[in-house]
């Protein structure tokens, strides 16, 4: 069925491409589908034919999960942290993972030490009057003063640098990071075993808490995708008659290029998502989902180039908003859907870079719910790139540039100092 027919061999069509954000989106929009089909129709396929390739490799996959699902098995993979570190993951582990493309990292950092960090966190923000001072939501003009957030826009705690510049993060890290093809074409994309320190937030929400969780999206861009000569050569296999070649895990292309800015966007290029657990959570108290299937990416690209899509609408994506999954355009994607397990503090979590995940809606949550936000971030142009800011973020205690200028941190004491920095730590801010 997958058997792949005789290519065109005259050149492809050359696509047009927009290095910054498109004036008129819908033209471009317009222009891009038209140029992409004409590419697909140029190998000698329809986009109706790769489509239905990749469909046909989903929904195995979907079937799969829930045939997984109906023996009682835990669809995430699940690894012990001492199993990385002694190099003993198991090979069907492995298998899982690239499979699946996420996984919990058991017993990453010893629970009183997770518990600990929670602690020590509450104590920071406290003792800077944090909840006082506390504007609402940085996105938010009409946000009330002294409401008491969830999110914390809190990038510079001792707590949260003791944990990125860990050896026990650096080595999953470096082991996730490894699951990537990091060298390809001659071109080494990234160096799988040092890390950009990408500082992100603190999620503290208490027992008691009603949520209404976050719906399915993605977050690696937006139109860029589509649009930047980058993500293009990225995605080349989808446009250009190879899709059988599509790898998720080929970074090629990914590390330098520029992506449409936005409140939305991530400045660096991550293998995976994450977080470590700084509370116990149950697994249906309002936690992490994914649709664990890594290539689900390649549907979500061609989704839009079908028929049935307006002509000026990528399903729903446009710029400086999350990418949506939803039922309306990926309803094949949208039965994988599958919850993490019962996570302890000290567990960390984690997702490839362009999986759909989402966060589901509690009420009257039973415990807390609290991670801190590192993922894995290797080091690369682009990566190197966004370190400059974040070197200067970190001296000034200010809010690094992907996120909204907050600044909390500028005037308090006892913030994370230079010279608490350990070799991984000045390595992931370029200072060594
Ligand atoms: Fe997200």
């Not at 499979?99 to 003792?127: K, M, N, P, T």
């Not at 060298?183 to 008691?208: K, M, Q, T």
């Not at 710029?319 to 039922?327: D, G, M, R, S, Y």
Request: aromatic share 10%; with cysteine.
């Amino acid at each position: 069925m997958n058997a792949q027919p005789a290519l065109a061999t005259a050149p492809l069509p050359p696509l047009p491409h927009w290095q910054s954000t498109p004036a008129d989106l819908p033209g471009a929009i317009r222009q891009i589908k038209a140029a992409l089909r004409a590419r697909i129709a140029a190998s000698g396929r329809t986009v109706e034919e790769v489509f239905a390739v990749v469909e046909w490799r989903i929904r195995a996959q979907v079937d799969e999960i829930a045939a997984a699902r109906g023996r009682g098995e835990t669809i995430w993979p699940v690894v012990d942290y001492a199993d990385i570190e002694a190099g003993t993951v198991p090979a069907e582990a492995l298998d899982k993972l690239r499979q699946r493309g996420c996984i919990v990292v058991r017993g990453h950092f010893d629970r009183q030490q997770a518990l600990g960090w929670d602690r020590d966190i509450v104590d920071y923000v406290e003792s800077n009057r944090f909840f006082d001072n506390y504007r609402g939501p940085g996105d938010d003009f009409f946000g009330r003063v002294g409401s008491k957030p969830e999110i914390y826009p809190i990038y510079w705690s001792p707590a949260q640098m003791q944990a990125r510049q860990s050896d026990r993060m650096a080595r999953v890290q470096a082991f996730l990071n490894s699951q990537w093809k990091h060298e390809s074409h001659g071109v080494r994309w990234f160096d799988p075993n040092r890390d950009s320190l990408y500082p992100d937030r603190i999620r503290r929400r208490p027992a008691g808490a009603d949520s209404n969780g976050l719906g399915t999206h993605l977050d690696p861009g937006t139109l860029d995708l589509w649009m930047t000569d980058a993500y293009q050569k990225a995605f080349r296999h989808l446009f250009d008659g190879t899709v059988e070649q599509y790898d998720p895990w080929d970074p090629a292309h990914r590390t330098a290029g520029p992506q449409y800015p936005g409140t939305t966007m991530c400045s660096a290029f991550r293998t995976f998502q994450g977080w470590t657990a700084l509370s116990d959570m149950d697994h249906d108290q309002g936690v992490l989902h994914t649709v664990p299937i890594p290539e689900a990416m390649a549907y979500l690209m061609l989704r839009p180039l079908l028929p049935d899509v307006p002509e000026d609408d990528m399903c729903g994506v446009t710029v400086n908003q999350v990418f949506p999954a939803n039922e309306t355009w990926h309803p094949l994607l949208m039965q994988a859907l599958a919850g993490i397990p019962d996570v302890k503090a000290g567990d960390s979590v984690w997702w490839h870079c362009d999986m759909i995940h989402s966060v589901a809606p509690v009420r009257n949550q039973q415990g807390w719910g609290n991670v801190m936000y590192i993922p894995a971030a290797p080091w690369c142009p682009r990566n190197e790139q966004y370190a400059a800011t974040v070197r200067d973020a970190f001296r000034t205690g200010s809010s690094p540039g992907d996120f909204p200028e907050e600044h909390y941190e500028r005037s308090w004491p006892d913030r994370f100092q230079p010279d608490d920095l350990n070799t991984t730590g000045r390595r992931g801010l370029g200072l060594d």
